[in-house]
């Protein structure tokens, strides 16, 4: 039986596409851009305001309250004696103070005669730090201003303070012509108590702080009392 050919079909599909879709434009991708950046700056700027108002940095607080010469010797011209100095760290900051590198000195008449390294530590947020330093101080000489002193007046009153002889300082001797030259009643030692540290807040922000405080600190000659502080 003879073999029929099929009937072609009308239908014939259509020829590949070559038409591309349409790229997003150069202006939408830079609009995306800007807006994404502005977002990122009041991210930025809401962060600093925060940080600004609620955990602004500030540096500790010192406060003085009072110094002591629990032992005072006086040999010649020179003086030895043992320096306490009492004092409170305030850390007014949200986050925790870490203190290092801090000392206590004490000056006499511009030198240095006394240093005490403070051990590290931390203070708390909000915190008061009661410390209290207590050192040694090496024999040095006196330097203080000197007084003209007739022989009466030095017999009269032999309390007021040692007396220069023969270029040095001591306690009764008169130089050719009757007259001596004594010692102020008095000495100014200046301590300088120096706190430095870090306050971190929210693990990410350090601020480094570092805060000094002066005292000038009168002094007896004659028995070490302190007679004046003032910071």
């Known amino acids: 039986m003879p073999h029929k050919p099929r009937p072609e079909s009308d239908y014939h599909p ?29 991210i930025a700027v809401a962060a600093l305001v925060v940080y600004f108002t609620m955990f602004r940095p500030k540096d500790p607080e010192i406060s003085v309250s009072s110094v002591q010469l629990p032992s005072f010797s006086t040999s010649n011209s020179s003086v030895s004696f043992t320096f306490s100095q009492y004092a409170s760290i305030r850390n007014p900051n949200r986050a925790d103070f870490s203190h290092f590198g801090s000392s206590l000195q004490l000056f006499y008449s511009g ?20 410390m209290a330093a207590t050192f040694d101080i090496e024999s040095f000489p006196i330097v203080a201003p000197l007084t003209p002193v007739s022989a009466s007046a030095a017999e009269i009153d032999p309390g007021m303070g040692p007396e220069v002889t023969g270029g040095g300082i001591g306690f009764g001797g008169m ?57």
């Not at 240095?112 to 730090?129: E, H, S, W």
């Open 111 to 130: 030198n240095q005669v006394g240093f005490l390294f403070i051990p590290a530590g931390r203070i708390d947020a909000g915190r008061t730090k009661y």
């Open 14 to 42: 259509p020829p590949p596409s070559h038409h591309r879709q349409p790229r997003p434009s150069s202006q939408t991708n830079l609009a995306s851009c800007l807006v994404a950046t502005v977002f990122l700056i009041l």
């Open 175 to 231: 130089v050719p012509g009757g007259v001596g030259y004594r010692v102020g009643p008095t000495m100014e030692l200046a301590s300088r108590l120096e706190m430095k540290g870090r306050v971190r807040f929210l693990h990410f922000f350090t601020h480094h702080a570092r805060t000094t405080t002066d005292c000038m600190i009168t002094v007896a000659v004659t028995d070490g009392s302190v007679l004046g502080l003032r910071c």
